[in-house]
């Protein structure tokens, strides 16, 4: 009885964490299609580069809350192999795209980051 109860709780939770990472990745497209059309005709690019950052940022905060959704799911519900081998192909999909959000964002990967931060310094 408790483990089906701690089932249907990690179950609900692990719901309410996608959906909210559906909402805060649909509102942070919603809040960049409006802020192109209002920013249409200026020829702003400082703004541009921050909401770029902002919109990829927002993705990739919905992605880590869809890693977070899936691992509770796959660690308290549905625990066979099949889900684990899907969830670490998710993992994998997801962390490059992670990464290539990092790059593109960043100008380089996330372990070569002090090495061009120390390369862009004078000297």
Excluded: Y
């Excluded at 408790?2 to 309410?16: G, M, R, W």
């Excluded at 869809?66 to 899907?86: E, G, K, M, N, W």
């Amino acid at each position: 009885m408790l483990i089906e109860i701690s089932k249907n709780a990690a179950e609900t939770v692990s719901s309410f964490i996608e959906l909210f990472a559906i909402l805060l990745i649909a509102f942070t497209v919603i809040i960049i299609i409006i802020n192109n059309l209002v920013h249409l005709f200026k020829k702003d690019e400082t703004k541009f580069g921050i909401w770029k950052n902002r919109t990829w940022r927002g993705i990739q905060g919905g992605l880590d809350l869809f890693v977070a959704a899936d691992l509770l799911s796959t660690i308290t519900v549905d625990r066979t192999l099949q889900s684990v081998v899907t969830l670490g192909i998710l993992l994998v999909i997801r962390t490059f795209i992670s990464w290539s959000i990092e790059v593109e964002l960043e100008g380089c990967w996330p372990w070569q980051k002090k090495a061009f931060e120390n390369q862009e310094k004078p000297s």
